[in-house]
Each structure stands twice: as structure tokens, then as C-alpha cells.
């Protein structure tokens, strides 16, 4: 049976790629005048790069995205000294630059473990300060997802991400009529009349069961989540990968190319989305063009044709469907022009939300 969930469209465009934090080193204790003690130094603050982590999981934990560390112990008579107040560790991705609020780079996190002090904590008084503890640090910094493309694709092999990058950019990648051509991801520059450029991944290789690491499985993937928004490319055709596995329609490959996404970091299906049909030129394209649309607009009806454990959760909610053909250039500058539009608009989104979280911090402090 086809659960309620499964109905509805995923709302795509909140895929988090930076995130802005207020960080405050820990305050330094008090020393001990009468003793000549000194107070404990503050904790600093560090962002620590650690398998499994999203910055969206950042801010649903920490909603209020403020990270303090614990202060320095006063200097007491039974401890002179006294203790260290205890860093903050903020638990960040793996593949982020950390900067300062205007940009400059801090550091950055490209391997699980490496830590980017982001605060220092206050330095405890003594007898130089006249045991006045030193005034804690803070700002604001941000995490960001390194990128390596604006866009990128997303299909089986086969369905054309090859060509259509060949089709719409400079790029000169491997064609061919067998799988797993594309080993490492090939950028191509989309050059526009105005000079404006867009880069465009393509990516090795998707099989299905590439959450449970088969073919490029999680390299794949990885680089999926480098990317500000998806391109998937089917064969208007359909596809079968070997003769020994089934063949499947256009719209099972979306279906299946979704729940990969899925199964691997639900995350990845909050970036806009694009579906290209390629192939159009073929006989009988325009049918199951319309066919695709159809199942598209109820795709619960047609997923019970689906193995259950095939189905994803949620449908994507493509911003738009593009058929095209990548051998005669049919629909491709429709297609350049639809990339451009789905960037623009995201930028526009994205201004929009740091403008409602400034008036709504503004608010706060009225
Ligand atoms: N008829 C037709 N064939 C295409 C089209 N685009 C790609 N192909 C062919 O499909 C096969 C796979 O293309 P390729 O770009 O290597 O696919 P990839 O594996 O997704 O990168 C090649 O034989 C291409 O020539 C198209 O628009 N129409
Ligand atoms: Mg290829």
C-alpha cells in the first residue's frame, strides 16, 4: 500500500550550503588578589570536521546557531589557579571553509578531525591584569560547503550526461555507448551571450544500489552533494544497464535515481531540481514524453509498478521538465536558459531568508 508521506512533493530549494554562527570564547575567572591567584583562562571555541554531519543538522539542533564556551573558574583559596573553562566543540561536515563574516578564510575542515579554532576564550585575571580577567572574544563566522559545480547531473548511465555536456558547454568529455565512461566528474563552462558563466558537473557514474557503495556508489554521491542544484538526465527511452537486469521506463529511473538520493542523505533532495529527457530525437520520444509527464503528475498511481522498497518517500517537485536532444541540439538552449533561471531564482530565495532572519533578529532585540 502507497502511504500518505509518499504523496507529497518535496519542497526543494532549502538545501543548507553556508551557515552563520555567533561564537563567543569563554570569559576568564577572577584572580585572587589577597593570594596573588590567578583565574582559569576561558574555553575557545572550535568547529571540528566529523563524519555523517549536514549543516542542516547543525541548525535544527542549535536553532538558535549561538555556540559559547564555558568560562574560566575563579581563583579560590583551595585552587590558586584556576581551572581552564571547557572549549565548545561545534560538530561541522567534512569539505567546509570556515570564515569571518566578510569572507576571510579562517580555515578549513577537509578531513575527519580537523579543528579550526574559531574563539578564543578570555585570558583569567592575575597579577598582570590586576586580577581582571580579559574581556571574551566573539563574532560571527560561517561555514561553507565547498562547491565543485552549479549544477550537477544526475542519471544513469547511458541517458546522455555525457552528451549533453558536450551540447551545452566547452567541455570535451568521454562518449560512449557503454556504461561507467565518466570516472572522475568532468566540469563544463556554460558560457552566456553576457559572459555570465555557470559550471556544470558531470559525475561518475549512478547505478542503482549506489547508497550500498556499488559501482561508484558513495563517490558519486559525495560529489552530488557539492553541487547548488540538481540536473537529472533521463532517456526518454528507458534504460536497462545489463541484459541481466530489468529494464526500466523514464519515469522508473527518475523514481530510482530519487530513492539513491535518498537512502544516501535525504538532505540531497532539498536542492532545486531540473529533469532533462534527452533523446528526443528517437521514434516515438513525443508519446513517452507525454506518458512521463502523466506519471509525473500522480506518481503514487504509477509507482505501485515499483518494487516497494524502490519507491522514495517523496516525489521530487522538478522546477521544470525539459525534453531535449543532445545529438541535435533540440531544446538545448531552452535548457541553458532554464539553468540560469533556477540559479538566479535560488540567489533571490536565499537573499530573501537572510533578510527575514535579519528583521526577525532586529525584532528580538526591540
Ligand atoms: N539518439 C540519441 N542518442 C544519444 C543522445 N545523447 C546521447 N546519445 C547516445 O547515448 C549513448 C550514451 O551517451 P553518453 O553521453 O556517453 O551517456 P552518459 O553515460 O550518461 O554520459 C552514446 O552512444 C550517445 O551517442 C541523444 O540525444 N539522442
Ligand atoms: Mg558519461
Redesign the pocket.
Known amino acids: 500500500m502507497v502511504q500518505l508521506t509518499r504523496v507529497c512533493l518535496r519542497k526543494y530549494g532549502k538545501f543548507l550550503d553556508n551557515l552563520r554562527l555567533y561564537v563567543r570564547g569563554g570569559s576568564g575567572g577572577m584572580g585572587l588578589p589577597r593570594l596573588g591567584g590567578q583565574g582559569g583562562d576561558g574555553g575557545d571555541v572550535v568547529v571540528v570536521a566529523t563524519k555523517d554531519m549536514t549543516l542542516k543538522r547543525i541548525k535544527d539542533k542549535y536553532p538558535e546557531k549561538r555556540f559559547v564556551a564555558r568560562a574560566g573558574e575563579n581563583s579560590s583559596v583551595k585552587a590558586l589557579k584556576g581551572e581552564r573553562g571547557k572549549d565548545c566543540s561545534i560538530m561541522a561536515p567534512i569539505g567546509i571553509t570556515v570564515t569571518t563574516d566578510d569572507g576571510k578564510v579562517i580555515g578549513h575542515l577537509n578531513a575527519p578531525g580537523d579543528r579550526v579554532k574559531v574563539a578564543k576564550g578570555a585570558r583569567g585575571g592575575s597579577y598582570h591584569s590586576l586580577f581582571n580577567p580579559s574581556k571574551a572574544k566573539h563574532h560571527h563566522i560561517r561555514l561553507d560547503l565547498k562547491l565543485i559545480a552549479d549544477m550537477g547531473l544526475v ?1 544513469f ?8 555536456l558536450t551540447a551545452v558547454s566547452n567541455a570535451t568529455p568521454q ?3 557503454y ?1 561507467f ?2 570516472l572522475k566528474p568532468e566540469i563544463g563552462k556554460l558560457m552566456y551571450k553576457d559572459h555570465k558563466q555557470i559550471s556544470v558537473a ?1 559525475l561518475p ?1 549512478l547505478i542503482e544500489g549506489a547508497h550500498l557503495n556499488k559501482g561508484m556508489g558513495h563517490k558519486f554521491l559525495k560529489h552530488v552533494e557539492r553541487t547548488k542544484q540538481l540536473l537529472f ?1 533521463v532517456d526518454v527511452g528507458g534504460f536497462q544497464l545489463a541484459t541481466k537486469t530489468p529494464f526500466r521506463s523514464a519515469f522508473e529511473a527518475v523514481q530510482l535515481l530519487t530513492k539513491e538520493l535518498e537512502l544516501y542523505k535525504e538532505e540531497l533532495l532539498s536542492k532545486p531540481a531540473l529533469l532533462v529527457v ?5 521514434p516515438d520520444a513525443e508519446e513517452k514524453l507525454a506518458a512521463l509527464k502523466t506519471q509525473l503528475q500522480n506518481p503514487e498511481e504509477f509507482c505501485s509498478l515499483l518494487d516497494e522498497d524502490m519507491i522514495p518517500k517523496e516525489y521530487i517537485a522538478f522546477k521544470h521538465i525539459l525534453p531535449v ?4 541540439g533540440f531544446g538545448i538552449e531552452n535548457l541553458k536558459n532554464c539553468i540560469r533561471q533556477s540559479l538566479h531564482d535560488e540567489v533571490e530565495m536565499k537573499t530573501q531568508v537572510v533578510v527575514e532572519e535579519k528583521l526577525q533578529a532586529l525584532r528580538q532585540h526591540l
Open positions: 542519471g548511465p547511458n541517458a546522455g550526461k555525457s552528451s549533453l562518449i560512449a555507448g556504461a565512461t565518466t558531470d557514474g538526465v534527452n533523446k528526443m530525437d528517437l536532444s543532445a545529438l541535435t
